[in-house]
Structures are given as C-alpha cells and as structure tokens.
C-alpha cells in the first residue's frame, strides 16, 4: 500500500503556525516580489479570488482589512517542510518526497486496516508536533493515492484519511464521476486530446486499450491508465530522478543596468544551483546565464542576452562555475540597459559517480571537502551564512517582500516572542 500525506494550504499553514490570529480569515501568501497569489486560505478561495491574481489589484480589500497577503517566506516553509519529512521518516522509513508539502510513505505488507490507522496516527502527529494540517491517501499506486488524498481534502466524512482499494465500488464510482484533467499527470491540453478520443472521465482512462494509448499518445498514459487499475508502474527511484538541469533566477525588486550589481545578482544565482548540483551528487559539464529587460516597457530599449561557457571539466565546485559566470557577463554585458531579471543555469550534468574521466582533461584543483563544509555550514546556520563574495541587502536586485513574516525556525533573531502579559513584548523593546 502506497500512502500520500499532503499539507492542506501549506503556505498558509505555516504562517498561521507562528500568528494563530490569521485562523479563519482570508489569507493569501503573494510570489517573488509581491508579485502575484500563489496561495490561498480555504477562506480566500471561498471569495473567489483566483490564483495568480495580481497583488495591485487585491490592495483595496487589504487595506479593508477584508484579506491578508504575505510575501513569500520561503526559508521557513523549506524548514518546515523538512521537519515534516523527518517526522515522516521516524514512522516509515522508507518515505520519498515529492514535493515541498507531498510524499510518499510505502506500507508493503500491512492489510488496509492496519494501513488506515497508520494514516490516522500519522496525521495526529504531524497535527501535535508541527502544526499542520494535513491529508493523507492511500491506495496500491501512486496516481490511485494521489486521487485518495484529492478525495480526502473534499469529502470531510474521511476526516482527513482516505482508503481506495482499486476495484472496490467507491473507487470506481469515485472514478466515473472524475473528470481526467483531475488524474495525475493528465494536463488541460492532453485532456483536450483524450476528448477527441471519448475519454472524459477518469473511469474511461482507465477502461482504454493501454497499447491505443501509446500509439496515440506516450507510454506514460498508457501506465497512469494501468495505476488506475490497480498495477503499480511507478518505481520510487522514477519519482527521485535526478533533475538533468539546474537553473536559478529571480526577478529583482526594481530594475538595474549596474554591472557590478548584475554580477553580485549572478552570483547569488550560481552559488545556489552549485548547491543543488552538489545535493544531487552531480557534475556540469556548461554553464548558461541570461539577463532579461523589462518586455513591459516599450519605452526603453529592449535586450536579452545570454552566454553559454563550458567548464574545464565537470565540476560542481562553486569558484570554477563562479569564473564560468563571470566570463559570461563581460560577454553579454552592455551599458544602457536595464535589466529586470536574471538566472544562472547548470547543464550536461554526470553523475559524480559514474563520470568517465580522461587523460587529456585539464588537471585543476577542485576541494570537494570545501565545498562540503561550506553546504554543511550553510544547511545547520542557514543559507548563505558563508557565501562567495559581498552582497548588499539594499541592491536593487534584491526581492521586494514588503509584507514577509518572521523565519521563525531558522534565524536567531528572529526567534517567536512570548510575552507574561498582553503588551509585555513592547515594553521589553522599548527599554532603554
């Protein structure tokens, strides 16, 4: 039996952990930059409020006090996501996470009673240790107990724990009502597709010729259609696959034509998708950067650059991928524009592992147990405690986040405050 344990509204949730006052109200958390809704409260959807709304247009009602927006606090939700994998992982070893608020625990062996109350146990105790509120599925696949958790969301009577057996009469009337844009991997487009060929419902899906469907379309419908019956074809390690390329970039607060802000920005960038090159135990073989204007304003002149530089040799060191970006800027840098966005890609990457060496490499002097102590230095202090290089909080690169709650769990001065009585936190501050 496979299990899904998915946090409700997890943004939300997580910022109103640390300011129970947010309870019950509309609260929206907004993208880089204040941008856009990328979350919403139970509340905010009841109102209507589409996700991607733009922030500018949502100013009115919070200053009605009638919602809340918060900028985006991504330190914090990384943290708490990885307590819950931790709390996971102490109650089923044998755990894999999809996402910042989904994963997948694996319960080979147990009957579905057994398996029920896991999940029931299971979502207590994320509720008493963390906070959250969380749903969990389960069922004999992946894409089964992805529609599980769905079902467990939108039909309180589960209470939060859902069961599908795959050839139970829940499940198949569950499917027939579904539409199969709801099923896993199955986007609008390819649903316009499947149309075409009279499958609208999950239940359909599930009832086509599996070699029809990897004629006409992939071999990955064709095994969704088989997950649907019951027969697994998603192995953990697919889930886990390494990324083939790694990218990082931001949008900047206001723009710049600044060179040495521009490279700072690059920077940030590189240092980061080294970090995760070097979490995937990978190597790149080139590095890509690009600068982007602002396609919005037609009143200035408009430029998008990037530059290819290829390594030495595969390296996920950060100062050989730091020079590779600083190349690539005195490249592509021209004055007199102003550039609103900025990335860092890592491409071609090996496996460190696997990576076939040569003779007639270049020898350079990499320091792995450098760069180790540094992501160690980083992940247990917080990230970019030490970091390449000087970088000002005020540049204009920098994210605007206006409205962005304290990193509660990971930064010592931002620590929860607990007063003995109402007013007792101000009084403390105010002292001389």
């Known amino acids: 039996m496979i299990g899904l344990v998915d946090a409700n509204n997890f943004y939300v949730s997580c910022e109103r952990i640390f300011a129970p006052s947010l309870e019950g109200k509309a609260v929206g958390v907004m993208s880089n930059n204040d941008g856009c809704v990328i979350a919403r409260s139970a509340e905010m959807k009841a109102m209507e409020i589409p996700m991607g709304t733009p922030s500018f247009q ?4 919070r200053r009605q006090g009638e919602i809340y927006l918060l900028s985006s606090n991504y330190e914090l939700y990384g943290d708490m996501s990885a307590r819950l994998a931790q709390l996971l992982e102490d109650a089923c070893p044998d755990m894999a996470p999809y996402s910042i608020d989904e994963m997948f625990i694996y319960l080979d062996g147990l009957s579905e009673p057994q398996c029920q109350a896991i999940g029931e146990a299971l979502r207590r105790r994320i509720r008493r240790h963390l906070g959250l509120p969380v749903c969990v599925g389960l069922a004999p696949t992946h894409t089964l107990a992805k529609l599980a958790n769905h079902v ?68 990955v419908l064709a095994r969704t259609a088989l997950e649907l019956r019951g027969t697994p074809c998603l192995e953990m390690n697919a889930v886990e696959q390494p990324r083939q390329r790694i990218m990082t970039s931001r949008s900047f ?3 710049t034509g600044d060179q040495a802000e521009l490279h700072a ?20 073989r080139a590095v890509m950067l ?24 595969p390296s996920d060191d950060t100062r050989l991928i730091l020079q590779a970006v600083r190349e690539g800027l005195m490249q592509i840098y021209r004055p007199g524009h102003h550039f609103i966005k900025a990335g860092v890609m890592l ?24 760069m180790g102590t540094v992501d160690a230095i980083n992940q247990r202090m917080g990230q970019g405690t030490i970091r390449f290089g000087m970088t000002d909080a005020q540049a204009p690169w920098q994210l ?9 769990t990971t930064r010592w001065d931002e620590l929860m405050e607990a007063g003995t009585h109402p007013g007792a936190i101000q009084a403390f501050t105010s002292r001389p």
Not at 58 to 61: S, Y
Not at 171 to 184: E, G, M, N, R
Request: glycine share 4%.
């Open 400 to 408: 605007r986040c206006a409205h962005r709650s304290r990193r509660y």
């Open 58 to 61: 949502l100013e009115g009602l």
């Open 347 to 370: 491409l071609d990457l090996v496996d460190a592992q696997a990576h076939q060496l040569s003779l007639l490499q270049p020898t350079l002097q990499t320091h792995p147990h450098l």
């Open 265 to 284: 920005a690059l920077r940030r960038h590189a240092q980061r998708s080294a970090e995760k090159l070097r979490q995937q135990h990978s190597l790149a």
């Open 152 to 219: 467990a969301k939108k039909q309180p009577h589960y209470q939060g724990v859902c069961l599908l057996n795959a050839h139970s009469y829940t499940t198949k009337a569950l499917l027939k009502q579904l539409p199969v844009s709801a099923v896993w991997g199955v986007g609008r487009r390819l649903a316009e597709r499947l149309a075409i060929y009279g499958i609208r419902t999950a239940w359909e899906l599930r009832e086509s010729d599996t070699k029809a469907l990897r004629k006409r379309f992939s071999v």
């Open 290 to 313: 690009f600068l982007s204007t602002n396609r919005h304003r037609k009143d200035q002149p408009q430029y998008y650059p990037r530059a290819m530089i290829s390594l030495p040799i």
């Open 253 to 255: 607060g206001k723009a």
